[in-house]
C-alpha cells in the first residue's frame, strides 16, 4: 500500500514543485530586458490566467476520480469515454476563452489594475498566452486522466519537459530572433502546446497497454453526462469558495499597511511549499481510493485512507518542526528584507500551526474526489468558508490585532474542513453510501 501511495505521490510532488519555475524564468528573463515594466507585466500576465484558470481546476480532480473509479471496476470503456469527454470539455472551454480574450482581458486588468505601461505590455503578453488555453486546459485534462489510471510518472515527465522548452523557446525568441519583451509569452506558448501533444502520446501508450479502445461513438460519449457535469460543477463551486476566502485574506492583509501585506505573503509561500507535497498523497488518495471504490473493495478503501493519513502524517510532522524551530531562517531565505522579517517573526507559530491544522484537509479531498463524492466537498468548503468569516467577523473584541484574528480564522478554515470531511466519510461508511454518490 505504501509503495502504490509513494509510486503516484512522489512524481506527483515533483510535478507541482516544477510548475512554478514557469513562472520564475519568465521574471528572471523580464528582469534582464532592462526595464521594470517587464518584470511587473509578466507578473500582471501570469496573475490574469492564474485567476482565468482558477476555477477550472475540476477539469483534472473530475476527471481523476471518476477514472480511477473506471479503472478499478476494470471499465476500459468508461475508462476512453471519460478521456474523450474531459479532453473535448477542456477543448471547448479553451476556444471559448480565445473568442473571448478581448472582453476577459479587459475585465482581469480592469480588477487588477495596474500602471498605464505595465497594463500595455500585459495585455500584449495576454493576447499571445491565450492560444495555449486549450493546450493548458487540454493538459488538465489528460493529467487527471492519466493519475486516475494510476500514472503520475508521465505528468511528471509532462511537467518537466514544459520547463526545459519554455527555457530553450523563451531564450531563442528574446535574445537570437530580438522578440525581447514578447519572445517571454512566445515561448511559454510554445512549451504549453508542446506539453499538450506530449500528453497526448502518454495517453495513448497507456491506452495501448490496457487495450482501450479508441475509436468512439458520440452516444458512448454523451452517456452519463449528467455525473460528469454534476462532479465538475461541484468541484467548481468549490474552488469559487475556496477563491473568495483567499481574495478576502489577501485583501485583509494589505488594509493593514504594504509591511503586514508582504509578511502574510511570506508566510503563504511557506504554506504553498507544504501544500505541494500534501497535494502529492491528495493525488496519490484521488487514484488509489477511486481505484477501490471502482472495484467495490472496502477493505481496499479503509486501509487507504489509513495509510494516507499515516504517511500525511510524516510529512505533516517534518514541516511542522521545520517552521517551528527554524521559521525565521525559512523566512529569510524567502526575503532579505529586514523590516517584513521583523514583523513576520510575531506570526511565526501561524506557520507551524497550519501544517497541522491543513494536513487532514489536503488529504481528505483527494480520498473525495476518488470517491466522486464531490458534494460531500462542496458542502465542507461552503462550511468552512462561512466559519472563516464568522471567526474573523466574531472575535475582533477578544483578538484585536486584525492580521492574528485572519491567521486564526484561516487555521480555523483548514482544520474544520478535515473534521467534517471525517464525520461525512465515517457516515458513508456506516450507511455504505461510498458505493452511490448521488
Request: include cysteine; glycine fraction near 8%; charged fraction near 10%.
Amino acid at each position: 500500500m505504501y509503495k502504490d501511495i509513494l509510486k503516484i505521490a512522489v512524481p506527483a510532488i515533483i510535478s507541482n514543485i516544477a510548475v512554478p519555475l514557469l513562472g520564475l524564468l519568465d521574471l528572471a528573463i523580464a528582469g534582464h530586458l532592462g526595464a521594470t515594466a517587464f518584470i511587473g507585466a509578466v507578473a500582471v500576465g501570469a496573475m490574469m490566467f492564474n485567476l482565468t484558470y482558477w476555477n477550472l481546476g475540476f477539469l483534472r480532480m473530475g476527471t481523476s476520480g471518476m477514472t480511477a473509479q473506471a479503472f478499478g471496476a476494470g471499465n476500459r470503456e468508461e475508462a476512453a469515454r471519460l478521456l474523450y469527454r474531459a479532453s473535448a470539455l477542456a477543448l471547448a472551454i479553451g476556444t471559448a476563452i480565445i473568442l473571448l480574450q478581448q472582453p476577459l482581458q479587459w475585465v482581469l486588468l480592469t480588477a487588477i489594475a495596474p500602471d498605464a505601461e505595465v497594463t500595455e505590455l500585459a495585455r500584449s503578453y495576454f493576447f499571445i498566452c491565450v492560444w495555449g488555453a486549450p493546450a493548458m486546459l487540454g493538459t488538465m485534462s489528460l493529467s487527471g486522466w492519466c493519475i486516475g489510471m494510476q500514472n503520475s510518472t508521465y505528468p511528471m515527465i509532462v511537467s518537466i519537459t514544459v520547463n526545459i522548452v519554455n527555457i530553450v523557446a523563451s531564450l531563442a525568441c528574446v535574445f537570437l530572433l530580438d522578440m525581447r519583451f514578447l519572445g517571454i509569452p512566445t515561448g511559454t506558448l510554445i512549451a504549453q502546446w508542446t506539453g499538450f501533444l506530449l500528453n497526448i502520446a502518454f495517453c495513448l501508450r497507456i491506452m495501448r497497454r490496457y487495450s482501450i479502445p479508441l475509436p468512439f461513438h458520440l452516444d458512448g460519449i454523451l452517456r452519463d453526462m449528467r455525473k460528469f457535469f454534476s462532479v465538475n460543477s461541484d468541484i467548481f463551486l468549490r474552488s469559487l469558495c475556496m477563491m473568495l476566502v483567499m481574495l478576502f485574506f489577501t485583501a485583509a492583509g494589505a488594509r493593514s499597511g504594504k509591511t503586514t501585506l508582504a509578511v502574510n505573503a511570506v508566510i503563504m509561500q511557506m504554506f504553498t511549499l507544504y501544500s505541494y507535497f500534501m497535494d502529492g498523497f491528495a493525488y496519490a488518495g484521488e487514484a488509489i481510493a477511486g481505484k477501490h471504490v471502482g472495484a467495490g473493495n472496502r477493505k481496499g478503501l479503509i486501509d487507504t485512507v489509513k495509510a494516507l493519513f499515516l504517511s500525511g502524517s510524516g510529512v505533516m510532522l517534518a514541516f511542522t518542526l521545520l517552521y517551528g524551530l527554524a521559521g525565521n531562517q525559512v523566512m529569510g531565505l524567502i526575503t532579505d528584507d529586514a523590516d517584513v522579517l521583523h514583523h513576520a517573526s510575531h506570526y511565526r507559530l501561524w506557520s507551524a500551526a497550519v501544517p497541522v491544522a491543513g494536513m487532514a484537509a489536503f488529504i481528505w479531498d483527494g480520498i473525495f474526489i476518488g470517491m466522486t463524492a464531490s458534494r460531500q466537498m462542496l458542502t465542507t468548503v461552503f462550511l468552512a468558508s462561512a466559519s472563516f468569516f464568522v471567526l474573523y467577523f466574531g472575535v475582533h473584541q477578544i483578538i484585536p490585532d486584525p492580521n492574528n484574528r485572519l491567521w486564526l480564522a484561516f487555521i480555523t478554515y483548514l482544520a474544520i474542513r478535515g473534521i467534517i470531511q471525517l464525520l461525512i466519510y465515517r457516515r458513508m461508511l456506516r450507511k455504505e453510501a461510498w458505493k452511490r454518490f448521488d
